[in-house]
């Protein structure tokens, strides 16, 4: 048995926070767990192309407050808000009755959010591209949005073949022990016609207020073409010499025309 922690409940004391933020009694927890379960599951299906990241869920007294995370507020917001409307009597009805509201956080750069590039990687897999395609753009895209590092494992019958494995992908950094490394995780499935395919994405997210990411290879670059420059002629020590010495020579070969 593999003895693995999801990295953001992992990290609930130190830089994440709950997903459902209420307190219950014992007799209302399983009511409300499950109550939580259903809205997400109805989120999601019914905003499956909106691209929706995460589902927070606040209670009060006789109310609830839903705040869907997503990068395409326009598809849930819908055409003069009929949408939120229609998903609000939805949800409403879900929890017994209670007034819900519902608000709409837009993000900015999806393709450093873990959850969604995992979407996108299972959404290609169940489109027939190749995995190891879908995998690698995937993680050049990141790391070019300034990720400190990413890795997306993906398990299953891969290519359809009879015996299922997994292979994974890594760039970068992802320090997983470093509690205050803020390492974001997602997790997708692509129902393919030969079975289930797990697609795990895990995202470094840059420190707030850190330097950019240093690159040692250009540097090196500019010595090997130092080196090569003092080699041949130049402005180096070596060809500077002979130029000082030339002078000196000129007198000297001036005497022979007047003695001939």
Same mark, same amino acid.
């Given at each position: ?21 209420? !307190?219950? %009694?014992?007799?209302?927890? @399983?009511? !409300? ?20 990241? #995460? ?10 407050? &839903? /705040?869907?995370? /997503?990068?395409? @507020?326009?598809? &849930? ?32 750069? @999806? ?19 190749? !995995?190891?395609?879908?995998? #690698?753009?995937?993680?050049? %895209? ?13 398990? =299953? ?20 022990? /470093? ?12 129902? /393919? ?5 797990? &697609? ?5 997210? @840059?420190?707030? =207020? ?25 402005? =180096? ?24």
């Amino acid at each position: 048995m593999g003895q693995k922690v999801n990295p953001i409940g992992f990290r609930l004391a130190v830089n994440r926070d709950w997903r459902s933020r209420w !307190f219950a %009694t014992k007799k209302e927890m @399983p009511e !409300f767990l499950l109550s939580d379960v259903k809205i997400r599951a109805y989120v999601k299906k019914k905003l499956q192309l909106a691209a929706v990241s #995460k589902v927070v869920i606040e209670r009060a007294w006789n109310s609830l407050r &839903v /705040t869907i995370h /997503t990068a395409r @507020p326009g598809i &849930v917001i819908g055409r003069k808000g009929a949408e939120i409307e229609k998903m609000t009597d939805d949800i409403s009805k879900m929890s017994g009755g209670k007034q819900v509201k519902i608000d709409i956080v837009e993000i900015k750069t @999806p393709e450093l959010d873990a959850q969604l590039v995992a979407e996108n990687v299972s959404l290609q897999i169940e489109r027939r591209i190749s !995995f190891r395609r879908a995998m #690698k753009k995937a993680v050049q %895209t990141t790391m070019d949005f300034g990720a400190r590092g990413i890795k997306i494992r993906c398990s =299953g019958r891969l290519g359809g073949a009879e015996i299922s494995r997994a292979e994974w992908y890594r760039e970068g950094k992802i320090p997983l022990q /470093t509690l205050r490394q803020a390492i974001d995780y997602g997790f997708a499935e692509a129902l /393919t016609v030969y079975g289930k395919i797990g &697609v795990k994405c895990w995202v470094c997210h @840059p420190e707030e =207020g850190a330097p950019e990411r240093e690159r040692p290879e250009r540097p090196q670059r500019r010595d090997r073409q130092d080196r090569g420059n003092r080699r041949g002629p130049g402005p =180096g020590p070596a060809a500077a010499a002979p130029e000082a010495a030339a002078p000196a020579e000129e007198p000297a070969a001036a005497p022979e025309p007047a003695a001939v």
